[in-house]
């Protein structure tokens, strides 16, 4: 009995965590249509409801009432479960992120790795999609997509060695703890190459603008979904942008101090924003890199293909390798105030 | 009670998946069924509470080296046909070395080398506070600092070499140079020419 309440109990907490992330996601499309509208000087969705608020609901109900075609030749079994690989392992990833002082579905200690595991799965939803959709061009896109991501993981792992190098733990809460104080405490500071090789990479793992060639539209129609359709397509997008969100997140809890207010210890200001809980400023925080992404793409003009291979191993992985070097020698140091 | 259960079912899935492996007729999908079977053995692994050995056979293996294989066995035209030919021919040639491999691992593992009395946890209780990752990491660079080194080094030795075979030098292609794109200015490549413009006809006659 006690284990079905602890059951029941742990389920409550994934639905809690699950169901503000899938809204999130609804309402970065909005914003990301938004956003780009402004930059570009026209309007973005403002039909739907007040503002166009309600657009990322019309957006999903249209998706859920289309038919979904399996292309002649596809590998039916692969077809279907690639969108859902694509998918899980960016949900799975926050079971281990803290959102606030001890409000974490499952604290472990090997927190970072597990997250670099599950990123990494992600890859899988992509090359099955290409695979078996029998299509050259989602062949192309999965093979270009697959690529770039197994050589940007290298960097981005090698960037959050760093981070656990210089908090001395694998724990998110562990890691977080370790830069409490305020902004010029934070990791972003005495890692600033790390910090830049991981948004970058971050940006790059995600396949999103200016690294989508895995579904650049002018070369290859839409990359490795083109053969997707209705509720399938549906779930390619939640994943990509669940990813997106993940990547934020995490860039806030390595680099930018988790759930600490920027003024965290100051002797006036610290106290005047002590009422403002944890989670605001994670939330806050994320926004400013979502944003990020979306300034991205708007603004940047996409890498070409070759570019994008001497970039990620020719530039940012010789970075973070002697960054790493200076970052022991630092510690060593007890240069403060981050490893006194 | 449910930990057994949990247990059961990730070991059988792994001995389906594993089985699939050496049977299934389709390349790419018996490689799929091999990251199936790291993944289920990453879990037991896990439960047996080497999360650390766990985690990072997902990251290596199911994140890296199986997307690597995929790549390469979805890139290679395989004729099916071709690779089932010639199976009862090599059948008589297999069963020999497949037995003799059978009962090495027996013997290995029978010889009471892995009983659960002589495991390190048995020898030398494994502390409570102290986390999977920290403690393999104070073994590995103390106990096992050389062996770990020479491993690395061998390591290092098989990615020079494979870079090595698969590097062509090829007369005549035109590379670009990174370096001296970066460098080239403005003086170098655009030459403004005043040239006056045309008069009409009726002033030059």
Redesign the interface.
């Known amino acids: 009995m006690a ?1 079905l309440t602890e059951f029941i109990w742990i389920m409550a907490k994934i639905v809690a965590i699950l169901v503000p992330l899938i809204l999130a996601v609804a309402y970065l499309t909005y914003a990301e249509r938004r956003v780009i509208g402004a930059i570009q000087a026209r309007n973005g969705p403002n039909r739907v409801g007040p503002m166009g608020l309600f657009q990322p609901f019309a957006d999903v109900f249209k998706l859920l009432f289309k038919e979904v075609v399996i292309p002649s030749n596809a590998n039916r079994f ?1 077809f279907l479960i690639a969108p859902m690989l694509s998918l899980m392992p960016a949900l799975a990833a926050w079971a281990v992120m803290p959102f606030s002082d001890g409000l974490v579905l499952s604290d ?3 927190g970072l ?2 997250i ?2 599950m990123t ?2 992600g ?2 939803g992509v ?2 999609a290409g ?1 078996a959709s029998n299509s050259k061009y989602a ?1 192309l896109g999965a ?1 270009r997509s ?2 770039q991501i ?1 050589s940007y ?1 290298i960097a981005m792992g090698f960037a959050l060695v760093g981070v656990l190098m210089a908090a001395g733990s ?1 724990n998110l809460s562990g890691i977080v703890n370790a830069q409490a104080g305020p902004i010029w405490n934070w990791f972003w500071l005495p890692l600033l190459p790390l910090f830049v090789v991981y948004w970058i990479s971050g940006v790059a793992e995600t396949n999103r603008a200016p690294f989508d060639v895995a579904e650049g539209e002018s070369e290859i129609v839409a990359g490795f979904h083109v053969e997707y359709s209705g509720t399938a397509f549906a779930l390619f997008f939640l994943a990509e942008y669940a990813n997106m969100i993940l990547i934020a997140a995490l860039a806030v809890i390595m680099f930018m101090g988790g759930w600490y207010s920027p003024f965290h210890g100051l002797p006036v200001l610290g106290p005047m924003f002590d009422w403002v809980p944890g989670i605001v400023w994670f939330v806050l925080k994320m926004t400013i890199f979502l944003y990020l992404y979306l300034a991205f793409r708007a603004t940047f003009p996409r890498y070409r293909y ?1 570019q994008i291979m ?1 970039l990620g191993w020719k530039v940012l992985i010789p970075v973070t390798v002697v960054w790493l070097v200076v970052l022991a020698l630092m510690i060593l140091a007890g240069l403060g105030p981050w490893f006194n | 009670m ?1 930990e057994q259960l949990i247990f059961y079912v990730f070991a059988l899935v792994l001995l389906f998946s594993a089985t699939m492996v050496i049977t299934v007729r389709n390349p ?1 999908h018996a490689a ?1 069924f091999l ?1 199936l079977a790291f993944f289920n053995s990453a879990v037991l692994w896990v439960m047996a509470g080497a ?2 050995l766990g ?2 056979l ?2 290596v293996y ?3 080296v199986m ?2 294989f ?2 390469v066995v ?2 290679l035209d395989l004729n099916l046909s071709q690779l089932r030919e010639g199976f009862m021919k090599h059948f008589y040639i297999g069963v020999p070395f497949a037995v003799v491999m059978a009962v090495q691992m027996l013997l290995v593992v029978g010889s009471g080398l892995f009983a659960p009395e002589t495991l390190p946890e048995a020898r030398m209780p494994i502390p409570e506070d102290v ?3 920290a403690l393999l990491g104070s073994v590995l660079y103390t106990v096992y600092v050389y062996p770990f080194e020479l491993a690395a080094v061998i390591l290092l030795v098989a990615i020079i070499a494979a870079i090595m075979l698969t590097l062509r030098r090829r007369e005549g292609t035109r590379h ?1 140079d ?1 370096g001296k794109q970066v460098r080239v200015r403005k003086a170098d490549r655009l030459r403004v020419v005043n040239i006056p413009s045309a008069r009409r006809q009726s002033e030059q006659e």
Do not use: H
């Open positions: 284990e692969l472990i200690n090997a790795l597990y670099l595991a990494s799965l890859v899988y090359i099955i695979w062949m093979m697959a690529a197994v993981e694998m070759d001497r | 449910i790419v799929l990251v999360e650390f985690i990072v997902v990251l199911v994140g890296a997307v690597l995929l790549f979805m890139m986390g999977n990752t670009q990174p």
